[in-house]
């Protein structure tokens, strides 16, 4: 029985010296010293950020007939409405929503994925 007891003793003492040769090997090659919260120095292993979020502008109502005597006024000229080339055309039931100009003066913005822009408000 005191056999094992003293080979346990034994065996204990080996892996304790393993265990300081490793420490001594990470103390010199392996820097343990890092910048902390510093992620400037790597891309890859910067830590997560999260964007702040954006503010929701809403903007003001105007109506668009105001619009049009003002462009006159202070500008002068008058705000055609838009000659279309092609049969598309906006429908007749869409208006904007900042300034309430008709289909008239609305353009297809992109093609046909629904996204309209107001000639008048921009």
């Keep these: 029985m005191s056999s094992i007891i003293t080979c346990l003793l034994l065996y204990n003492q080996y892996l304790q010296n393993q265990i300081s040769y490793l ?24 830590k997560f950020k999260v964007d702040r979020l954006p503010e929701i502008y809403r903007p003001e109502p ?5 619009l049009l005597a003002y462009y006159k006024l202070r500008y002068c000229f008058t705000v055609e409405p838009i000659r279309r080339r092609s049969e598309q055309s906006v429908d007749s ?4 929503p900042r300034c309430g100009t008709p289909h008239s003066y609305l353009y297809n913005n992109n093609g046909v994925k629904g996204q309209f822009l107001c000639k008048i408000c921009n």
């Design 23 to 46: 420490l001594l090997f990470i103390a010199r090659h392996i820097p343990i010293r890092q910048m902390a919260f510093d992620d400037t120095h790597s891309p890859k292993y910067q």
């Design 62 to 66: 105007v109506d668009y007939q105001f």
């Design 93 to 96: 039931a869409i208006v904007c």
